[in-house]
């Protein structure tokens, strides 16, 4: 469906939902300890409802079935719980096994991505900023690790790479002389940060492209952007998971140095040559 935001697609439907299903509704919206990967079992015992019921109000709101409702919920959850209520999530229902746990979904999640980017689109995305006259990086909060590591390795690889500043408020003021031979290439994840909408209209209007890495079509910067690389990343309780976007990272940088496979050999050699030269990383030898 062309509108995939949880909130307003019951709205939408609100008037038409009997009683039991308008209880659903409710619970979905305003309980702050719905579970990640909520069960059609597990949501129909907390109300104490039939499953039936459940399965009948996805489809009463559009949906084709139960499994997709539980994307939207996990979206509808990702961008509004703040994250001492992201901490609670699931405590009960994952039965933790283990400390390493969060290794397991991150493989999972990864095994995602695999259904949702395809070749073509790391190709586009690498071309596109092949072809750029100048890069501008931006990440806010936690994605500006990724914009940071992002932009050390693409300097290796491209001139003129800029990563923008880590305070939003002064991002304007870096892009003001920003042209249509330009690129930002933005990584944004829940909770989207407000500041970025502005930045997006800025860059819009310079005619500059805008390239999005980000886990959802609900995220307001995707109808600006020229390219949107939509990946799901995990919500490990209060922490913001990296694994996923930093794996498309890296296929872009990949994909992007092969392209451009001399000037990635110089440059590296230039980097080699000078870290022997000062010193810059312990010697095998000496630890021996």
Known sequence: MQNNNLEKIIDIHYSKLSRMQRRIADFLLNSSDIPLDMTGKHLSKTLNISESTVVRFAQT?????????????????????????????????????????????????LRKVREHVTNEEINRVSTELNNANRIFILGCRTSHYLASYFNFYLSLI????????????????????????????????????????????????????????TDSENNPLVKFSDINLIVQNNILFFVDSLVVPMAIINSIIIDLSLKNKQKTINSLTNMEFIWKTYNIFESSKENE
């Open 158 to 213: 491209k001139n003129n790479v800029y990563i923008l500043g880590e305070k939003e408020t002064t991002i304007i003021e870096e892009l003001v002389d920003i042209n249509e031979n330009d690129i930002v290439f933005t990584i944004s994840f829940p909770r989207y940060t407000r500041a970025l909408n502005d930045i997006f209209k800025f860059v819009s209007s310079k005619g500059a492209k805008l390239i999005l890495l």
């Open 61 to 109: 709101i559009g949906l084709t079935g139960y499994p997709e409702l539980v994307l939207l919920i996990n979206e509808y959850i990702k961008s509004t719980r703040t994250s001492i209520e992201r901490l609670s999530l699931n405590n009960e229902e994952r039965k933790l096994d283990g400390n390493l746990i969060s290794i397991d979904e991150e493989i999972a999640a």
